[in-house]
């Protein structure tokens, strides 16, 4: 494991690497193409959304700190494993591997617009990025933290200052004379919070890095929260630039509306500028979704909620069958050219509702951990007694409704999590009755959740079903560990 | 004034994180002592899950301080948040009555063995 500490910078870069993304850009894109300037609404009130969320989730996190797995770890403290399971484990990590697949097909669909004569195509480009980028995370947390420093800072400064310079209108484009609200309904901006949530997700895969973090009750909802508003700040600029150099309909149609607004902006270089950033992007989110995801599967394998092999470790510390597998789906879904394909933005939207149902179950988590602890010490506690978490479950509900602006793709988002919910509930029932032998509904002593973060918990139980190991119960000499 | 001693036993790593809290909450001074002790796990690791019949006997430290009453329930919230972990092995906290507290140097006693000698 990396012995370096991180700093503030590194989790504010942490979440910001992992917020923004060339997908995000693409939302964006289509959101302000769809109503104008009006869209910057839309984004204030997801954002608001979402700083809700990073309240809860650091309160929860100074409640149960320096767990490796996260919001599963907390459901299951609060609500038991059948939640845990269905909503974190399944809906929580398809979605982030499916909107990483799409993450990747952004980065090739615009190295291949920059460079259309290479004959090489857009998913090869895909395809060694992710190669690099699993190799990278195989190496340990220490690289990790050079790489998501450097892209973050980079990518959020190239967007600020090609936002700011379509905003003033000083690129060397020519400005564009279009109106720039197109819609000022209250419908349609709210139609679009289900888009703009996806421009801010993510902020909370700065938890499973809480152990590498110096002083994280006090950094990690900080960091978060600096995270969302700078991602904001630069996407208001972005939008406002998108307003004076790219005509709307041109921008809605555009798959790659980041490029296109940077060669109307800066023409040459403003086209290579923007590619940059897309590089940046992707690389900054895939390469810390591939690592998050890993650790967090890996404190699903601690507690029993996945194979153990999750939980295995190589030399440098580096879950290494996390990080095979979902830089390996994510690799072999670019390699198919599938991640090419116009269904994957609905794709995305689904996964953004499972999104939605993680975030709305952690702000219950506050509520249960507030009713069945009141006591414990908190670090960070949300101000305002249940208000926040309440608001912030509401806004969750309300943004679920709102996941598309179409009333029959809607319907179609909530087929297919209905679908994934039955999938998932019928894996979650099995697994947890059959194999780890536990009651569907019954929160996990918290205790043994946080006993369950020590490796040597699985030396002295079977973590799926909590039970002493046969040699234990007979009285065998085990390792003793450290002293605590 | 009335005064209270706060008795915190705690794990050998915690100790720094206390030491910040010398000159607030009117404590002037902090005394420290290694021990051995369990509470109601027996001395059983975390992990271990297994119910110990006799106790098991894990090295620990008591910080003891003394304090104006009216700073305990402040002190208590910070020292609770400084300690805590989630896991089992957090430590204890006890807090008890002074009935009176003397400088042998001087003879003062009260509040005024706590302070700084006024010249």
């Not at chain 1, 769809?34 to 700083?51: E, K, Q, R």
């Not at chain 1, 220490?142 to 790489?147: H, L, R």
């Not at chain 1, 923007?274 to 979704?289: D, G, K």
Request: aromatic share 8%.
């Amino acid at each position: 494991m990396a012995n370096k500490k991180l700093g503030m910078g590194s989790v504010v870069a942490t979440g910001v690497g992992l917020i923004v993304a060339t997908s995000c850009l693409l939302s964006l894109g289509q959101g302000s193409a769809a109503i104008g300037t009006t869209f910057i609404i839309s984004m204030v009130i997801a954002c608001a959304i979402n700083i809700l969320f990073a309240l809860s989730v650091s309160e929860l996190n100074s409640l149960m700190p320096n767990i490796t797995g996260g919001l599963p770890q907390y459901t299951l403290a609060s609500i038991g494993p059948f939640i845990t399971i269905v909503i974190m484990v399944g809906g929580y990590l398809a979605c982030n591997t499916m909107v990483s697949s799409a993450e990747c097909a952004m980065f090739g669909n615009t190295i291949h617009s920059v460079f259309p004569h290479t004959g090489i195509p857009a998913s090869a480009y895909c395809v060694v990025l992710v190669a690099i980028l699993m190799i990278i995370n195989l190496n340990g947390v220490d690289i990790f933290a050079k790489v998501q420093d450097f892209v973050a800072y980079a990518l959020i400064v190239s967007l600020l200052i090609l936002g700011i310079l379509g905003t003033l209108k000083i690129g060397v484009g020519h400005p564009v004379n279009q109106p720039a609200v197109l819609s000022s309904k209250f419908s349609d901006i709210t139609g679009l919070c289900g888009l703009a949530f996806f421009l801010f997700i993510g902020c909370e895969y700065v938890i499973p890095i809480g152990d590498k973090i110096d002083n994280p009750r006090q950094k990690i909802p900080a960091g978060m929260i600096i995270s969302l508003i700078l991602v904001l700040t630069f996407q208001i600029f972005m939008c406002l630039g998108f307003k004076n150099y790219t005509p709307w309909a041109q921008l809605g149609k555009s798959t790659t509306p980041h490029v296109l607004y940077g060669t109307l902006l800066l023409g040459p270089v403003g086209t290579y500028w923007m590619a940059v950033v897309s590089v940046l992007a992707v690389v900054s989110s895939v390469n810390t979704v591939i690592s998050s995801l890993a650790y967090i599967a890996a404190g699903m394998a601690k507690i029993g909620l996945l194979p153990e092999i999750f939980n295995k470790t190589n030399k440098k510390g580096a879950p290494v069958a996390g990080i095979l597998l979902f830089g390996g789906i994510i690799l072999v879904i670019n390699a198919l050219g599938l991640s090419t394909s116009s269904s994957l933005s609905f794709l995305i939207l689904c996964g953004c509702a499972f999104w939605m149902l993680s975030y709305f179950i952690t702000h219950i988590n506050v509520l249960i951990f507030r009713k069945r602890l009141p006591n414990a010490p908190r670090k960070f506690k949300v101000p305002g007694g249940p208000i926040i978490p309440i608001l912030g479950a509401a806004g969750m509900a309300w943004m679920f409704w709102n996941i598309s602006s179409d009333p029959a793709q809607r319907i179609q988002i909530y087929i297919v999590c209905a679908v994934m919910v039955v999938i998932l509930s019928t894996y979650a029932v099995i697994w947890i009755k059959k194999v780890m032998h536990r009651d569907l509904f019954k929160p996990f002593p918290m205790e043994e959740v946080m006993a369950m973060d020590n490796d040597l918990y699985a030396v002295y139980h079977d973590p799926k079903t909590g039970r002493l190991r046969a040699n234990v119960s007979r009285g065998a000499n085990v390792p003793d560990g450290s002293e605590a | 004034m009335k005064f209270s001693r706060v008795e915190i036993i705690m794990d050998n790593a915690k100790l720094e994180a206390l030491l910040s809290a010398v000159g607030q909450y009117g404590i002037s001074g902090i005394t420290v002592y290694q021990v051995l002790g369990c509470g109601v796990q027996y001395g059983s690791k975390e992990y271990e899950g297994v119910a110990k019949t006799t106790p098991t006997l894990l090295p620990k430290q008591v910080a003891m301080v003394v304090m104006p009453t009216d700073q305990v329930k402040a002190f208590l919230k910070f020292v609770s948040e400084e300690l805590y972990t989630g896991h089992i092995g957090d430590g204890k906290i006890f807090v008890s009555d002074i009935e009176e507290i003397m400088r042998v140097r001087t003879g003062e006693v009260g509040i005024e063995a706590l302070e700084p000698q006024k010249h």
